[in-house]
């Protein structure tokens, strides 16, 4: 009988070194190099599944990923591709996702992804497929709008990130129906200044009624909570905001953002972080709160209640960043070690083909990275945002919230610590810039950006 388990054991043994060296086989890194890109994207008759994760979980912008997934299967029409969202938002909850999948030996084959310091984690761990084959054969350079080819550059030269979309940050979308009720005059300019903005909250404050509010975050997640801040930051100086992300950071600066959020604190919501921003996008429209401070990417949840620009809602610029445009760009990137690298190099390449491009503009309700896509895909406020991004006189900057301008560790740290105080009942400025620096210092932040000059 002993004999017999030893047996046994052993044969299960061998079994199991066979399984996993067939795994690890037909999972080994593939380089770019070894790749005929050309090859592979003009493939459409090839066989698989793509895993595609990605965050997009609201309304609208569901259907917006949905629209990418059912074009690439009219491309690849044997390659099944497989949505798989992971609810979070802004970036945070991919990087443990795919860490987590890549440990078991299941890589996605793409996963979306903010160009900069976001993919920095996955290029450390030598997750990533160098995607220049990709720009090269959609020449994705000669078609990127300015400033797109340079966000999307690795800090190694290489390209890693296709970008799908881009979304404004520095905007309040507001009730029209909630200020016409409460008698509150809707300025006849976007661009507001810190004094109208504050005298609309006083007039909102005083006229709603109990249980209803002039503000509201929706920060269940924390990078909401984030997202404000880095607003505030922006509008409170510009050149704090790029001190800040350079790592020239100092308490007393971060303090005067903070004064400025403890004062907008006084109109939001106390419960707001038992919410996600898309609950409180529908609390919005419903009246209970009658601004939400939120990027662009609000709009298609907008559209899928069936609200109207300009006659249900509006936005304005936050306050302090007229001329301003804060990026917020969305791409995808590709394992280097998925069970079908090739699928995912195929799914790169279709998120910027004209195409998607059309399709999941107009459904996302974001702007095209590319040059060539048609202005009429867009809706009147998605078009007026295109107008501002590529004026001359615009400025832009990247955002600290969405993975471009600060490392993702002190990203994510940042996220906790301004939920913290945006849910703390004494909002000590002071207390909490401190350790906010400390945050920046323990991570090392150190930037060479030029967005003032």
């Known amino acids: 009988m002993k004999m017999k388990k030893w047996l046994a054991l052993l044969l299960a043994a061998v079994m199991t ?12 890194k593939i380089n770019a190099d070894d790749l005929n890109f050309e090859a592979v994207i003009d493939d459409t008759e090839a066989e698989g599944t793509v895993n595609v994760y990605h965050w997009w979980t609201a309304g609208g912008e569901k259907n917006a990923i949905e629209s990418v997934v059912s074009t690439f299967g009219e491309i ?9 969202p992971i609810p979070g938002g802004a970036g945070g909850a991919m990087v443990m996702k795919v860490k987590v999948l890549a440990q078991t030996g299941k890589s996605p084959e793409a996963f979306q992804a903010h160009p900069g310091q976001e993919i920095q984690p ?4 030598d997750l990533l497929l ?8 959609g020449e994705l350079e000669d078609r990127a709008i300015a400033g797109i080819n340079e966000m999307c550059t690795a800090a190694d030269g290489n390209h890693y990130v296709v970008p799908i979309g881009i979304h ?25 200044t810190w004094e109208e903005f504050w005298d609309i909250c006083d007039q909102l404050a005083a006229a709603m009624p109990e249980g209803c509010y002039p503000l509201d975050l929706g920060d269940q997640k924390g990078w909401p909570a984030c997202q404000v801040f880095e607003n505030i930051m922006l509008g409170t100086d510009p050149q704090i905001y790029e001190d800040f992300i350079n790592g020239n950071y100092n308490v ?23 919410r996600d921003w898309y609950h409180t996008t529908g609390s919005m429209v419903t009246g209970t709160y009658a601004m939400q401070i ?11 209640m069936d609200q109207v620009y300009g006659v249900d809602y509006g936005v304005f610029t936050f306050p302090g960043t007229d001329g301003w445009f804060g990026m917020c760009v969305d791409g995808f990137v590709v394992s280097n070690n998925s069970a079908n690298v090739e699928g995912g190099v195929r799914w790169a390449y279709s998120i910027c083909t004209q195409d998607v491009q059309e399709y999941f503009s107009g459904l996302k309700e974001s702007i095209s990275p590319y040059n060539d896509t048609p202005d009429d895909v867009y809706n009147e406020l998605t078009l007026h945002f295109k107008e501002q991004l590529l004026d001359e006189n615009t400025k832009t900057y990247p955002s600290i919230t969405h993975g471009t301008a600060i490392p993702w560790s002190a990203s994510t740290s940042l996220q906790t610590q301004i939920q913290e105080y945006a849910t703390s009942s004494s909002h000590d400025a002071q207390y909490y810039a401190e350790r906010i620096v400390n945050i920046l210092k323990e991570a090392g932040v150190k930037g060479d950006w030029n967005i003032v000059d």
């Open 17 to 28: 070194l066979s399984i996993t060296g067939a795994f690890a086989a037909k999972n080994q």
């Open 76 to 84: 690849y029409e044997s390659t099944e591709a497989k949505s798989n």
């Open 122 to 125: 996955y290029l450390d761990s």
């Open 130 to 137: 160098n995607l220049n084959g990709v720009w090269e054969y």
């Open 168 to 192: 404004k940050t520095n905007i309040i979308l507001y009730n029209i129906h909630v200020f016409e009720e409460y008698g509150v005059a809707i300025p006849d300019h976007e661009d507001i």
């Open 252 to 274: 007393e600066d971060v303090k005067k953002v903070l004064d400025n959020y403890t004062k907008l604190m006084d109109y939001v919501a106390p419960d707001h972080n038992s």
């Open 294 to 304: 939120m990027g662009a990417w609000a709009q298609p949840l907008m559209t899928n």
